[in-house]
């Protein structure tokens, strides 16, 4: 993290990041806007304080293998996402599912356009092995934008030399639970884990990326203009 001054107050960076507005506040974190200021691109950035996320042990409802997470709108054909209407955060939408064997999870077929996120798959087999997402680019992709579609690469651990990203890339996993419905809340993200169709196995995948700076976690989210209509980029 590094700071610029300017004329008449101090702007806060994380990473290429410039913090701004308040945009909102939930029961665990603070929302901001933000901006990055090589290409202007909007972001929204949720800061959560770590002693909270401790205090509240946010950390350890984060399961221990990755999660899936797939936002509104990326439904591969099949796949019925079942919506949590009870969380404003655009990563609250739904979820994922798959097997205990955490067998390479790839696709070949599915091409998300709108996502948010990065690396969505989506496999209708009864199966899980060696499917792989190589050719998985959906062109909305802020994250995987921003990661260079490598998921091992996190945003602000590139720009934020030293610091390591703590929960970045929750990628692709699989739980084998045919009929078991999970609800998880990690970093105010409700996570709702399905398994649909008894054997038949889905999967969404996304990079999420949680830099651990100071006493603070900063989480970076496509900005969501329709939540706050009223912001003003300046
Ligand atoms: N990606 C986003 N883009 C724009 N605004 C956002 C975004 N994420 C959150 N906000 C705004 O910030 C507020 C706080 O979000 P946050 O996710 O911290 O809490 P919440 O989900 O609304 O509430 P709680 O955590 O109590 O369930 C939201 O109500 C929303 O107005």
Redesign the pocket.
């Given at each position: 993290m590094e700071s610029g001054t300017s004329k008449s107050k101090v702007k806060r960076h994380v990473g290429k990041y410039e913090l701004r507005r308040?945009?909102?506040?939930?029961?665990?974190?603070?929302?901001r806007?933000a901006m990055n200021i090589e290409t202007g691109e909007p972001?929204?950035i949720?800061i959560?304080d770590k002693e909270k996320v401790l205090k509240h042990k946010l950390v350890e409802q984060l399961p221990h293998t990755p999660i899936n997470i797939s936002l509104a709108g990326d439904k591969p054909q099949g796949v019925h996402n079942v919506q949590d209407k009870?969380?404003?955060?655009?990563?609250?939408k739904k979820v994922s599912l798959l097997g205990d064997e955490p067998s390479e999870v790839h696709n070949g077929q599915d091409k998300p356009r709108h996502s948010c996120l990065s690396k969505n798959v989506s496999l209708a087999g009864d199966e899980l092995a060696g499917v792989h997402n190589a050719q998985d680019k959906p062109s909305h992709s802020l994250l995987s934008k921003l990661a260079g579609y490598k998921p091992s690469h996190s945003l602000f651990s590139e720009t934020v030399p030293g610091d390591k990203p703590s929960h970045s890339l929750l990628t692709m996993q699989a739980h084998l639970r045919p009929f078991i419905t999970c609800r998880q809340?990690f970093l105010?993200?409700?996570i709702t884990i399905r398994a649909l169709f008894g054997m038949k196995i889905y999967a969404f995948c996304c990079c999420i990326d949680i830099q651990s700076i100071g006493n603070q976690y900063f989480h970076l989210?496509?900005?969501?203009?329709?939540?706050?209509q009223s912001?003003r980029v300046a």
């Amino acid at each position: 993290m590094e700071s610029g001054t300017s004329k008449s107050k101090v702007k806060r960076h994380v990473g290429k990041y410039e913090l701004r507005r308040t945009i909102g506040e939930g029961t665990f974190a603070k929302v901001r806007f933000a901006m990055n200021i090589e290409t202007g691109e909007p972001v929204a950035i949720k800061i959560l304080d770590k002693e909270k996320v401790l205090k509240h042990k946010l950390v350890e409802q984060l399961p221990h293998t990755p999660i899936n997470i797939s936002l509104a709108g990326d439904k591969p054909q099949g796949v019925h996402n079942v919506q949590d209407k009870s969380c404003h955060s655009p990563l609250s939408k739904k979820v994922s599912l798959l097997g205990d064997e955490p067998s390479e999870v790839h696709n070949g077929q599915d091409k998300p356009r709108h996502s948010c996120l990065s690396k969505n798959v989506s496999l209708a087999g009864d199966e899980l092995a060696g499917v792989h997402n190589a050719q998985d680019k959906p062109s909305h992709s802020l994250l995987s934008k921003l990661a260079g579609y490598k998921p091992s690469h996190s945003l602000f651990s590139e720009t934020v030399p030293g610091d390591k990203p703590s929960h970045s890339l929750l990628t692709m996993q699989a739980h084998l639970r045919p009929f078991i419905t999970c609800r998880q809340k990690f970093l105010g993200i409700d996570i709702t884990i399905r398994a649909l169709f008894g054997m038949k196995i889905y999967a969404f995948c996304c990079c999420i990326d949680i830099q651990s700076i100071g006493n603070q976690y900063f989480h970076l989210l496509p900005f969501a203009q329709y939540v706050t209509q009223s912001i003003r980029v300046a």
